[in-house]
């Protein structure tokens, strides 16, 4: 629990985005007010920028276990998968026309899907299975030699899912070697350990607002030798791959989030958080978990019986307690992650998804669970 | 399970009474690459050392890449730790292999006891153990000739290890224990190669770098910073002297004839390096040149050049296409930093016709003309010093 002005907030919504660390907005600050030049000027101002943004790429480099040089600046998670499916696929088009995302991706990639296959490209959904995790079997299936682009998230932003990322790479590489592998891993980066190069990901998404950092800027690990082609045209920006001039501010205090970050530490802390809520939570009639026992600790997704998602998000509301309806992109949509997973629409519908920070105590866990109580009396009486 | 990383030395266990000091001074750039990765016990025997991370949160992938770049390393590899029991060895050897095995269709053992006193010989150790691993993965097909995956089976007098897979180290010999020399870098493709070709021969790098500004930028600085940072990975920590040849290059450019400008600038660096490796204590200058590559480069000039030198001029790239110094470049993850724009002071006023045949005596009655020493002092004197580190 943080204290905003006069009102105690429980803001159980980390997933959708976090309250910016103020080591990264002090720093954005910094850049917005002193260290403001154009990174790409010859003098001393464009100097100091520079050096700014490069220090940042080293932070999020080392993180990912990769080199500063293979890491380029977008706007954001959107940006970068985007720049992927329609840079390789447009890259790769001679080889083959077949691209594989799984059935539960972000919208920012099924959607740049459907987009491609309206442009010709033979798009493929790899289904996955109750527990949100794709089934390999059925993706070796879908691979075959015309295969150019797959895509993976590592962590369903709605469940928490872990995909098995390594070992769909090894299997891509064996059975359809001219294919490039994306991940989005904007729901995994500082939550788990990233390594795309050793794990043979030739492309990897990370955001930064989803850990302390501003929104509008995120990174694209981009493998040495995997082409692009660009979405954008301008200057000589970032290898001319994402041309304009650099946020500085924003990638900066990226940077900062970054390298504070310590993922054993509040992975030991987020699952002492997840093992509290997960103890009262089995404790109340009516709700079931639908996130599996695998799960990232971040993320717990549950359904209410017979409460409609948004009437029971609004209820917590007005006890201070924040948690999203399925994803926040997909405001009001039924989810297609929860129906990929087998789940009844009775279950999707009264889906609620509560993700951590650490910013958060078990204080916030304990409103949850009241705020739950109290609706589960109240909103099913009015139902019936 | 208690992970660890075995490395296999290299040409130095041929070395006779020196082969302490040589496992000593490689142990020590071992700690000193690995010092900001946690706490390790590290010890040798049997020509091997054995790398023990001493806390669970040490990150082996991070310390493999680290020892992968160590001179003196021919191969290493990542190994589980094993009770001296024949059981605990069939026990651990599936689990261990379960995630290099999770992608592969075939797979062999191979066993080496060089602990003759353990009762079972190695035939025996691979059929067991290959047993093992094809009841719990029934998938999977023993191949003997080109296996996906060879799990090693070791038993050694201290202890017995299970690997997967053996990592290429970078060969050579330990830093340090062919001394110190003094690199001139200058910001292209060749010098860093030099620096690190010299380093696998065993040498402790210091290292020249001259600018001119107004004329060369700070940024051409930062990126030699940059480039001597990623050789460090390889070479330890380097002393980088900054010297400042402005007056110098605008007294050359007014008093001496247009042609001569690079020859009498490449002997002036000469001259200062050769200074500064006196001052250090280093034995040797490096660079980057390579035969016939540009006008300084021919064998006429090179002569010139060398008569300035007071120290021996080692030159690794003499005999190489700069496709071959480029591929060199690209492995060490040099390269891309190497080709970045930025002006240095070799090419601040080029003659338009550089002389490629230049005559010692002609060029030494030039220089004496500029008089040129006291500035030399003076830069020698202004130089900075830097420590680049990994």
Same mark, same amino acid.
């Given at each position: 629990?943080?204290?905003?002005? =006069?009102?105690?907030? /429980?803001?159980? $919504?980390?997933?959708?985005?976090?309250?910016?660390?103020?080591?990264?907005?002090?720093?954005?600050?910094?850049?917005?007010?002193?260290?403001? %030049?154009?990174?790409?000027?010859?003098? !001393?101002?464009?100097?100091?920028?520079?050096?700014?943004?490069?220090?940042?790429?080293?932070?999020?480099?080392?993180?990912?276990?990769?080199?500063?040089?293979?890491?380029?600046?977008?706007?954001?998670?959107?940006?970068?998968?985007?720049?992927?499916?329609?840079?390789?696929?447009?890259?790769?088009?001679?080889?083959?026309?077949?691209?594989?995302?799984?059935?539960?991706? /972000?919208?920012?990639?099924?959607?740049?899907?459907?987009?491609?296959?309206?442009?010709?490209?033979?798009?493929?959904?790899?289904?996955?299975?109750?527990? %949100?995790?794709?089934?390999?079997?059925?993706?070796?299936?879908?691979?075959?030699? !015309?295969?150019?682009? *797959?895509?993976?998230?590592?962590?369903?932003?709605?469940? %928490?899912?872990?995909?098995?990322?390594?070992?769909?790479?090894?299997?891509?590489?064996?059975?359809?070697?001219?294919?490039?592998?994306?991940?989005?891993?904007?729901?995994?980066?500082?939550?788990?350990?990233?390594?795309?190069?050793?794990?043979?990901?030739?492309?990897?998404?990370?955001?930064? /607002? !989803?850990?302390?950092?501003?929104?509008?800027?995120?990174?694209?690990?981009?493998?040495?030798?995997?082409?692009?082609?660009?979405?954008?045209?301008?200057?000589?920006?970032?290898?001319?791959?994402?041309?304009?001039?650099?946020?500085?501010?924003?990638?900066?205090? =990226?940077?900062?989030? *970054?390298?504070?970050?310590?993922?054993?530490?509040?992975?030991?802390?987020?699952?002492?958080?997840?093992?509290?809520?997960?103890?009262?939570?089995?404790?109340?009639?009516?709700?079931?978990?639908?996130?599996?026992?695998?799960?990232?600790?971040?993320?717990?997704?549950?359904?209410?019986?017979?409460?409609?998602?948004?009437?029971?998000? /609004?209820?917590?509301?007005?006890?201070?307690?924040?948690?999203?309806?399925?994803?926040?992109?997909?405001?009001?949509?039924?989810?297609?992650?929860?129906?990929?997973?087998?789940?009844?629409?009775?279950?999707?519908?009264?889906?609620?998804?509560?993700?951590?920070?650490?910013?958060?105590?078990?204080? $916030?866990?304990?409103?949850?669970?009241?705020?739950?109580?109290?609706?589960?009396?109240?909103?099913?009486?009015?139902?019936? | 399970?208690?992970?660890?990383?075995?490395?296999?030395?290299?040409?130095?266990?041929?070395?006779?009474?020196?082969?302490?000091?040589?496992?000593?001074?490689?142990?020590?750039?071992?700690?000193?690459?690995?010092?900001?990765?946690?706490?390790?016990?590290?010890?040798?025997?049997?020509?091997?050392?054995?790398?023990?991370?001493?806390?669970?949160?040490?990150?082996?992938?991070?310390?493999?890449?680290?020892?992968?770049?160590?001179?003196?390393?021919?191969?290493?590899?990542?190994?589980?730790?094993?009770?001296?029991?024949?059981?605990? @060895?069939?026990?651990?050897?599936?689990?261990?292999?379960?995630?290099?095995?999770?992608?592969?269709?075939?797979?062999?053992?191979?066993?080496?006891?060089?602990?003759?006193?353990?009762? #079972?010989?190695?035939?025996?150790?691979?059929?067991?153990?290959?047993?093992?691993?094809?009841?719990?993965?029934?998938?999977?097909?023993?191949?003997?000739?080109?296996?996906?995956? @060879?799990?090693?089976?070791?038993?050694?007098? #201290?202890?017995?290890?299970?690997?997967?897979?053996?990592?290429?180290?970078?060969?050579?010999?330990?830093?340090?224990?062919?001394?110190?020399?003094?690199?001139? @870098?200058?910001?292209?493709?060749?010098?860093?190669?030099?620096?690190? +070709?010299?380093?696998?021969?065993?040498?402790?790098?210091?290292?020249?770098?001259?600018?001119?500004?107004?004329?060369?930028?700070?940024?051409?600085?930062?990126?030699? &910073?940059?480039?001597?940072?990623?050789?460090?990975?390889?070479?330890?920590?380097?002393?980088?002297?900054?010297?400042?040849?402005?007056?110098?290059?605008?007294?050359?450019?007014?008093?001496?004839?247009?042609?001569?400008?690079?020859?009498?600038?490449?002997?002036? +660096? +000469?001259?200062?390096?050769?200074?500064?490796?006196?001052?250090?204590?280093?034995?040797?200058?490096?660079?980057? &040149?390579?035969?016939?590559?540009?006008?300084?480069?021919?064998? #006429?000039?090179?002569?010139?050049?060398?008569?300035?030198?007071?120290?021996?001029?080692?030159?690794?790239?003499?005999?190489?296409?700069?496709?071959?110094?480029?591929?060199?470049?690209?492995? @060490?993850?040099?390269?891309?930093?190497?080709?970045?724009? #930025?002006?240095?002071?070799?090419?601040?006023?080029?003659?338009?016709?550089?002389?490629?045949?230049?005559?010692?005596?002609?060029?030494? +009655?030039?220089?004496?003309?500029?008089?040129?020493?006291?500035?030399?002092?003076?830069?020698?004197?202004?130089?900075?010093?830097?420590?680049?580190?990994?």
């Amino acid at each position: 629990m943080w204290k905003y002005g =006069f009102m105690d907030l /429980h803001y159980l $919504d980390n997933s959708a985005t976090t309250a910016v660390c103020r080591s990264a907005a002090e720093k954005a600050l910094y850049m917005m007010t002193e260290n403001f %030049g154009n990174p790409s000027s010859l003098h !001393k101002f464009g100097i100091n920028a520079e050096l700014c943004i490069e220090d940042a790429r080293e932070a999020i480099a080392d993180a990912l276990s990769v080199q500063p040089k293979s890491i380029i600046f977008t706007s954001g998670g959107t940006e970068a998968n985007n720049t992927v499916l329609f840079g390789a696929a447009e890259a790769l088009k001679r080889r083959g026309s077949r691209i594989i995302v799984s059935a539960v991706e /972000h919208s920012s990639v099924y959607e740049s899907a459907k987009r491609l296959g309206e442009m010709g490209y033979d798009i493929q959904y790899a289904p996955v299975d109750s527990d %949100g995790v794709i089934d390999l079997e059925q993706l070796d299936n879908l691979l075959t030699d !015309k295969t150019i682009l *797959v895509s993976v998230m590592a962590v369903n932003n709605e469940t %928490g899912s872990i995909q098995p990322t390594e070992r769909i790479a090894k299997r891509i590489k064996r059975r359809s070697p001219d294919a490039v592998f994306h991940v989005d891993a904007v729901q995994a980066f500082c939550k788990m350990p990233l390594k795309p190069q050793k794990w043979g990901v030739d492309f990897m998404t990370v955001s930064a /607002h !989803k850990i302390h950092a501003p929104k509008g800027v995120g990174a694209l690990y981009i493998r040495d030798g995997a082409r692009l082609i660009p979405l954008l045209y301008g200057g000589e920006q970032q290898k001319k791959i994402r041309p304009g001039t650099e946020s500085a501010p924003l990638i900066a205090a =990226f940077g900062e989030a *970054v390298k504070e970050a310590d993922i054993a530490k509040n992975n030991a802390y987020i699952r002492e958080l997840n093992d509290y809520a997960m103890t009262k939570l089995t404790a109340i009639d009516g709700v079931s978990i639908n996130s599996p026992a695998s799960a990232l600790p971040y993320i717990i997704n549950i359904s209410v019986e017979g409460i409609r998602s948004e009437t029971m998000l /609004h209820h917590l509301e007005q006890s201070g307690v924040y948690v999203s309806s399925s994803s926040a992109c997909a405001k009001g949509k039924r989810s297609y992650v929860l129906a990929a997973m087998g789940l009844s629409d009775d279950r999707i519908d009264s889906s609620i998804r509560i993700s951590f920070s650490k910013y958060n105590a078990k204080e $916030d866990i304990d409103a949850l669970i009241e705020g739950l109580r109290s609706g589960i009396a109240t909103l099913q009486k009015v139902r019936s | 399970m208690k992970e660890i990383v075995l490395i296999k030395l290299g040409e130095m266990v041929l070395k006779g009474l020196n082969r302490r000091t040589f496992e000593d001074v490689l142990i020590k750039n071992i700690k000193y690459r690995l010092r900001d990765l946690g706490k390790f016990e590290i010890k040798i025997a049997q020509s091997t050392i054995t790398v023990i991370p001493q806390s669970d949160d040490i990150d082996l992938d991070d310390v493999c890449e680290r020892i992968g770049e160590v001179f003196g390393i021919v191969t290493y590899s990542r190994a589980c730790v094993c009770e001296k029991d024949f059981y605990d @060895i069939l026990e651990k050897a599936p689990v261990y292999a379960a995630d290099a095995l999770s992608e592969a269709k075939t797979f062999k053992v191979e066993s080496k006891r060089s602990d003759k006193r353990f009762p #079972y010989k190695s035939p025996e150790i691979s059929a067991q153990v290959g047993g093992k691993i094809l009841s719990a993965f029934p998938r999977l097909k023993v191949d003997v000739k080109n296996p996906d995956v @060879i799990v090693t089976v070791e038993v050694r007098d #201290y202890g017995a290890y299970i690997r997967c897979g053996t990592l290429r180290g970078q060969g050579g010999m330990p830093v340090g224990t062919s001394g110190l020399a003094t690199v001139l @870098i200058s910001g292209g493709i060749d010098s860093p190669v030099a620096a690190y +070709m010299m380093a696998k021969r065993g040498l402790k790098l210091n290292a020249v770098h001259f600018e001119s500004p107004p004329y060369t930028s700070e940024r051409a600085r930062l990126k030699v &910073e940059k480039l001597l940072k990623q050789v460090s990975r390889y070479a330890g920590s380097i002393e980088m002297h900054t010297v400042e040849l402005t007056k110098i290059q605008e007294t050359i450019r007014d008093r001496c004839p247009e042609e001569l400008f690079t020859i009498l600038l490449r002997r002036v +660096m +000469m001259k200062i390096s050769s200074r500064i490796a006196e001052i250090t204590g280093s034995g040797a200058l490096i660079t980057g &040149e390579s035969l016939g590559q540009v006008a300084s480069q021919t064998m #006429y000039a090179l002569g010139c050049t060398d008569a300035a030198a007071s120290k021996i001029v080692l030159r690794p790239l003499i005999g190489m296409d700069k496709q071959e110094i480029i591929n060199i470049s690209r492995r @060490i993850n040099t390269f891309e930093t190497s080709i970045e724009p #930025y002006e240095d002071c070799c090419t601040v006023f080029t003659p338009k016709h550089p002389r490629t045949k230049p005559v010692l005596r002609f060029v030494e +009655m030039a220089e004496h003309e500029a008089q040129l020493d006291e500035m030399i002092e003076q830069a020698i004197a202004a130089t900075t010093v830097k420590t680049i580190a990994p």
